[in-house]
């Protein structure tokens, strides 16, 4: 499988007409995002008098270590900052406007310009721990007694807590705008070659993705401090 083109639309218009008059063109804008595979890897090399030895399943254990340092490392990522290359996505946050919102009136402001933007998906946010740790001690309003962060939730919108996002930062939005890709399965190539005069197995890690935002506006991104 090669690249993948992300059809993206733009928003389109219809008018009011009398009777028998003739429709006019909605102008829908089509547009696309692409998808190129990027690879995550790594190798480990294991002595095959372990493997002999172990009664626990060692390389099995290392098997699962090496693909959920894959998984954080994706993760991590597509919720950075980092510009993209032919080596590696950019993050979500890479080039975004920061807003520092530290009162419940910001809050709701933010949630407000996503909406504004015409964006009905399913809303969330994801969120660092210490945006979390804040959320929950500020009250919402002067009047009030429920604090903005309660039950799992930010404003009573599901929130999603991750160390995978730069502390104090948070972003708001339909994440169905965010595509990301998948090339195959993760691929792990056994060697008994290549370390064989050392009597070692080494395990190749190999696995392609990428991920895009479809829609920036789709999203709003905050910070605390």
């Excluded at 900052?81 to 975004?96: L, Y």
């Excluded at 993760?186 to 935002?213: G, P």
């Amino acid at each position: 499988m090669g690249d993948i083109q992300v059809p993206v639309m733009g928003k389109g218009s219809v008018t009011w007409e009398d009777e028998l008059v003739e429709a006019s063109e909605s102008n829908n804008a089509f547009s696309s995002k692409k998808l190129q595979p990027k690879r995550l890897t790594a190798y480990v090399d294991i002595s095959n008098k372990l493997i002999r030895q172990d009664t626990i399943g060692a390389e099995a254990a290392i098997r699962r270590d090496i693909v959920n340092a894959i998984q954080d490392k994706l993760e991590a990522t597509i919720l950075g900052n980092g510009a993209s290359s032919t080596a590696q996505p950019a993050g979500i946050f890479n080039g975004a406007t920061i807003v520092k919102n530290e009162t419940y009136a910001k809050v709701t402001a933010a949630e407000a310009g996503v909406e504004e933007n015409n964006v009905y998906g399913e809303m969330k946010y994801l969120m660092s721990p210490k945006a979390k740790a804040f959320y929950r001690s500020l009250i919402k309003g002067t009047n009030a007694t429920g604090m903005v962060f309660e039950n799992n939730a930010m404003d009573g919108t599901p929130a999603i807590v991750t160390s995978n996002i730069a502390s104090g930062n948070y972003v708001y939005g339909d994440f169905s705008q965010l595509a990301v890709g998948s090339w195959g399965d993760i691929d792990i190539t056994v060697d008994t070659v290549t370390q064989a005069r050392k009597d070692c197995t080494r395990l190749v890690i190999n696995a392609y993705f990428d991920a895009v935002v479809l829609r920036p506006e789709a999203f709003a991104f905050g910070k605390i401090a």
